[in-house]
C-alpha cells in the first residue's frame, strides 16, 4: 500500500474523539503529504503589514520547500514572491527581515524590481529577454492588518476569511502598530501536537501559572461549543457589542477560522501578572474601553491571536519537519508607543514568554511518548478537548478530501 491510500485507509477507519495513528505524527512521508495537501494550498499567516511601513521593507519565511519573500513596492502595494533567483535559483533575500530599493541576487546581481520585474542581468547576451525571468508570484492577501499567502496555482477563494474577521479587527488598528518584541522558538514535535495542545486548557492549570492569572480555564472559552450559553461571556459580548466592537462567537462552516471576543479573569485589563496594563497606550485610538478581554482568533494551519486593549499577541506557526515546528510570537502595541516610557518589556512580553516555553516542554514530552511502540490513540474529554476534537476533525476532513478527490466530505460531529 503506498503511503496516500495508507493514510487515506487511517484517516477512514479512524475512531472520532480519539488522538491520530502514530505516523500522523513521527513519518516523513505523512509529514510530506501534510505538506502537499495543506501547506502547499491552504492560505498561510505570515505576518504584519505593518511590519513593511515602506517600499523596499521585507520579510522572509521557510514553508516546506518554498522559500518567499514578501515586500513592499513603490506604489505600495504588498507583493509575496518566490524567493529563487530566475538565473540558478539562489536566494535573493537571506536575511528575515530588511530594506532593499531593488531585490539583488547576492550569487551574480539579477536586479529585480520590488514587484518582481526583472530589471538587470549583466552578460546575457544580445538575445536574452529580461521580461521573461521575473520572479515567480506568490498569491498575497491582507486582511484587518495580517499578511497571508498560498502557494497554490489556484487559492482558494480568501474572501469570506476577510468579510468574517475584518469587522473583529479592523477597529484595532493593527496597520498603525508596530512589533514591540518578536520571538521564535523550535519545539520538537510535530506541528499537530502544537495544534492540538493550543486547542484546550485541560493542561492549563498544572502546567500555565502565569497565564491563570488572567486567562481561563473555560471550556466554553477554549473550545467551539457553549460560549454563548455561559452567562458571563454572553454578557461581556454584550457590553463590547454596544460599545462598537464585534464579538460574538463565528465558525465558518468547514471549521478551518473562527474568531470571538472572550473576558479575562476578575476584570483584568491584560495579560500581565498583576492583570493591570502593560502597555499605558491604548492599541487603537478607536476602542475606548479598557476591559475588552480578549479577541481571539484561529486559523489553521499557521495562527491563534490574541488583541486586547493595550497590545496584541500573535502567533505563527510553521513546520520545519516531521517532528520540528517553529513558533514565532509577536507582541504590536501602537506604533508612538516609546518603550521605557509607555511599556516595559519584560512586562509585556514576561506571560507568552513563560507560557511558551512551558508550552515547548509539553509538546516534546508529548512527542516522546508518541515515539514509544506501546503508543496508541487516546480519548479526548468530552469536557475539556472538544477544541482539540474540532482541530483533528478539521484536519481530517480536508486530507480525506484532497487525497481522494471525491469532493466535499461530511464532517463527523465533535464533542
Not at 151 to 180: C, S, T, V, W
Not at 331 to 345: P, Q, S
Not at 346 to 373: M, Y
Request: aromatic residues 10%; hydrophobic residues 35%; contains cysteine.
Amino acid at each position: 500500500m503506498d503511503v496516500g491510500h495508507d493514510m487515506l485507509s487511517r484517516l477512514r477507519s479512524r475512531k472520532p474523539g480519539y488522538s491520530l495513528d502514530q505516523p500522523f505524527y513521527i513519518d516523513p512521508a505523512f509529514h510530506q503529504l501534510d505538506l502537499e495537501h495543506i501547506w502547499y494550498k491552504d492560505w498561510l499567516f505570515v505576518g504584519h503589514d505593518c511590519e513593511l511601513p515602506n517600499p523596499g521593507n521585507y520579510m522572509t519565511v521557510q514553508v516546506g520547500a518554498y522559500p518567499v519573500v514578501i515586500v513592499r513596492d513603490n506604489d505600495g502595494k504588498i507583493n509575496a514572491l518566490h524567493n529563487s533567483c530566475r538565473h540558478r535559483g539562489s536566494r535573493v533575500c537571506n536575511q528575515h527581515k530588511g530594506t532593499s530599493a531593488k531585490l539583488v541576487c547576492p550569487y551574480h546581481q539579477w536586479t529585480y524590481e520590488l514587484d518582481g520585474t526583472l530589471l538587470y542581468a549583466r552578460q546575457m547576451g544580445d538575445t536574452f529577454d529580461t521580461a521573461n525571468f521575473s520572479l515567480k508570484p506568490v498569491a498575497c492577501e491582507i486582511a484587518g492588518g495580517y499578511i497571508f499567502i498560498c502557494l497554490a496555482d489556484e487559492p482558494m477563494d480568501f474572501a469570506p476569511f476577510r468579510a468574517m474577521m475584518e469587522p473583529y479587527f479592523l477597529p484595532h488598528r493593527l496597520r498603525d502598530a508596530k512589533i514591540a518584541f518578536e520571538s521564535t522558538i523550535i519545539e520538537k514535535g510535530n506541528w499537530k501536537l502544537v495544534w492540538e495542545n493550543n486547542r484546550e486548557c485541560y493542561h492549563c492549570a498544572g502546567n500555565h501559572p502565569e497565564l491563570c492569572k488572567t486567562f481561563p480555564e473555560a471550556p466554553s472559552v477554549t473550545g467551539v461549543n457553549g460560549a454563548a450559553e455561559d452567562p458571563e461571556i454572553a454578557a461581556h459580548w454584550e457590553k463590547c457589542e454596544a460599545a462598537g466592537l464585534p464579538s460574538a462567537f463565528v465558525i465558518d462552516d468547514r471549521g478551518q477560522y473562527r474568531t470571538t471576543r472572550v473576558p479575562l479573569l476578575r476584570d483584568a485589563i491584560s495579560y500581565t501578572i498583576s492583570g493591570r496594563k502593560a502597555v499605558q497606550m491604548r492599541l487603537s485610538d478607536q476602542v475606548n474601553m479598557d476591559r475588552i478581554g480578549s479577541l481571539l482568533l484561529y486559523h489553521y494551519p499557521t495562527t491563534w491571536n490574541h488583541v486586547l486593549s493595550d497590545h496584541a499577541v500573535t502567533f505563527r506557526v510553521l513546520p520545519i519537519s516531521p517532528t520540528e515546528t517553529a513558533v514565532t510570537t509577536k507582541w504590536l502595541v501602537h506604533k508612538d508607543a516609546v518603550e521605557g516610557i509607555d511599556y516595559r518589556l519584560d512586562e509585556l512580553t514576561h506571560v507568552w514568554t513563560e507560557t511558551n516555553d512551558q508550552d515547548r516542554q509539553i509538546v516534546e514530552e508529548n512527542a516522546f511518548g508518541i515515539h514509544s511502540p506501546a503508543y496508541e490513540p487516546g480519548p479526548y474529554s468530552e469536557v475539556h478537548e472538544g477544541g482539540v476534537a474540532q482541530f483533528v476533525e478539521w484536519y481530517a476532513g480536508f486530507m480525506e478530501e484532497r487525497l481522494s478527490g471525491l469532493g466535499k466530505p461530511a464532517l463527523r460531529s465533535v464533542a
